[in-house]
């Protein structure tokens, strides 16, 4: 069947037939792709949109960028091979040099690194196995509102329990801790006396010989969270959390899966700290848009037997192609700091979007992993933060934008963060579109009937 030939509604009628009921996307964003380039993509009825979700922050140079088609292109005219699972190539060798050239040398001249089966989670998985093996403990520290996965272990560590209420036999031992969010700070405070607060809590935790915690295996956290709605802890936290951890001869692993190579302004998110994690969890834009996870850790920790972590396609060789292709080319022309100087901009618009709508509560994140939250002010709310969010309403936005030609997602606390995860490649005039859509978007939906909710001057 010629499916080029279909539009949009035909394909989505056969998609929903055909596919499970935990599809997600296609549930408020209603096209089928046809064509995608850089930072757009076209439905099969020819509608172009500006891609804000890059594949959950996958794509860092955007659609089919050249150099990342000609290094797969590259690999298939010279016959190699395509899957070896972990017999190493010239192909895997490239790739290590590019990936331990990109992180900070006090981590990666000591640094092991292990393929997994090719999604993050598969990468926290491993973590977890390597930091368990390597002390004897099974205690995991993680956090409020934090994002590993959806596999057993990783799921086990998210904070929204909505996904995990229907799954018996979780990862035991498994123990949540407070994460740093001004808007929403677990006690009631915000700036430098709530992060202080949550590093002094987790420290008391640790020396408390009643607090039910046996002696952990590890902590893992997001050095900014990206599906908890865009919230970055303050530098001084993390810095923290690092003294805490080492102290105690606790392995630190961090989760740069969604925020790694370049999205937060810095190669690395953790990098903004200048701390030195134990193990680094990667994936999504490593792979250049292709599938492919790995961690990268301390070479104290590799202690594990041989075959004590395995993956099929953990030999992915157009993967680790494309992702070679992929840092090369954020390293050589510097989209860390493009991230962060567009970035800027970008929140610089979308925050003069919030000054004139008392129903957004909330512009956040880091570089181009940016989160605007919005809130109902009416309702009766008695939780974190001054006001109830409505999820109601950033879906409305949501939708609007689609229709606009701008696609978002959501997260955070009852999905009302809007979400902002474009390639690094965008430019200065790219992002104004974006916002202006944004705005345009919101002012419809609050001016619209029974919505008009815009602050008055």
């Given at each position: 069947m010629n499916y080029l030939d279909r539009g949009n509604g035909s394909i989505l009628a056969q998609q929903t037939e055909r596919e499970s009921n935990a599809r997600t996307y296609p549930r408020h964003l209603p096209f089928a792709i046809r064509e995608a380039q850089g930072?757009?993509?076209?439905?099969?009825?020819?509608?172009?949109?500006?891609?804000?979700?890059?594949?959950?922050?996958?794509?860092?140079?955007?659609?089919?960028?050249?150099?990342?088609?000609?290094?797969?292109?590259?690999?298939?005219?010279?016959?190699?091979?395509?899957?070896?699972?972990?017999?190493?190539?010239?192909?895997?060798?490239?790739?290590?040099?590019?990936?331990?050239?990109?992180?900070?040398?006090?981590?990666?001249?000591?640094?092991?690194?292990?393929?997994?089966?090719?999604?993050?989670?598969?990468?926290?998985?491993?973590?977890?196995?390597?930091?368990?093996?390597?002390?004897?403990?099974?205690?995991?520290l993680g956090f409020h509102g934090a994002y590993h996965g959806m596999t057993n272990g990783a799921l086990s560590l998210m904070g929204d329990t909505d996904a995990k209420e229907p799954i018996s036999g979780l990862m035991s031992d498994v123990h949540h801790l407070p994460y740093p969010d001004d808007y929403r700070c677990p006690f009631d405070v915000g700036g430098e006396e709530g992060h202080r607060l949550a590093s002094r809590y987790v420290e008391n935790l640790l020396d408390d010989p009643e607090s039910g915690i046996t002696e952990p295996a590890g902590m893992i956290l997001e050095p900014v969270q990206g599906e908890a709605g865009a919230v970055a802890p303050p530098d001084e936290w993390l810095r923290e959390i690092r003294r805490i951890t080492r102290e105690r001869d606790i392995p630190l692993i961090l989760d740069e899966i969604q925020a790694g190579l370049g999205r937060t302004g810095e190669l690395y998110a953790f990098e903004h700290a200048g701390i030195t994690p134990d193990v680094v969890t990667l994936s999504k834009a490593i792979g250049g848009g292709l599938p492919l996870a790995v961690v990268v850790y301390d070479e104290?920790?590799?202690?594990?037997?041989?075959?004590?972590?395995?993956?099929?396609?953990?030999?992915?060789?157009?993967?680790?192609?494309?992702?070679?292709?992929?840092?090369?080319?954020?390293?050589?022309?510097?989209?860390?700091?493009?991230?962060?100087?567009?970035?800027?901009?970008?929140?610089?618009?979308?925050?003069?979007?919030?000054?004139?709508?008392?129903?957004?509560?909330?512009?956040?994140?880091?570089?181009?992993?940016?989160?605007?939250?919005?809130?109902?002010?009416?309702a009766d709310w008695r939780g974190a933060g001054p006001y109830a969010p409505d999820g109601d309403l950033a879906k409305a936005v949501q939708a609007e934008c689609f229709d606009r030609g701008l696609v978002v997602e959501r997260g955070g606390r009852a999905s009302a963060t809007v979400r902002f995860l474009?390639?690094?490649?965008?430019?200065?005039?790219?992002?104004?579109?974006?916002?202006?859509?944004?705005?345009?978007?919101?002012s419809a939906v609050v001016n619209g009937p029974n919505r008009a909710r815009e602050v008055s001057a």
């Open positions: 930072p757009t993509v076209t439905d099969m009825d020819g509608n172009e949109y500006y891609d804000c979700l890059t594949g959950a922050g996958t794509l860092a140079l955007g659609h089919n960028h050249p150099n990342v088609v000609e290094a797969m292109e590259r690999v298939l005219d010279a016959d190699r091979p395509l899957h070896t699972l972990d017999i190493t190539t010239p192909a895997k060798e490239r790739f290590v040099d590019s990936l331990y050239d990109s992180l900070p040398s006090n981590f990666s001249d000591s640094a092991k690194i292990q393929f997994c089966s090719p999604a993050g989670t598969d990468a926290v998985e491993a973590a977890l196995k390597l930091v368990k093996t390597a002390t004897g403990n099974r205690s995991v104290s920790l590799d202690v594990w037997e041989p075959g004590a972590h395995a993956g099929t396609f953990r030999g992915n060789q157009l993967a680790m192609a494309a992702g070679e292709a992929t840092i090369e080319y954020v390293l050589e022309n510097d989209l860390d700091d493009r991230a962060a100087d567009v970035g800027a901009h970008l929140r610089d618009r979308l925050e003069a979007v919030a000054d004139r709508f008392d129903c957004i509560g909330d512009v956040r994140g880091r570089g181009l992993l940016l989160g605007v939250e919005f809130v109902d002010t009416a474009p390639p690094l490649i965008i430019s200065t005039e790219q992002a104004d579109d974006i916002a202006t859509i944004f705005d345009e978007s919101v």
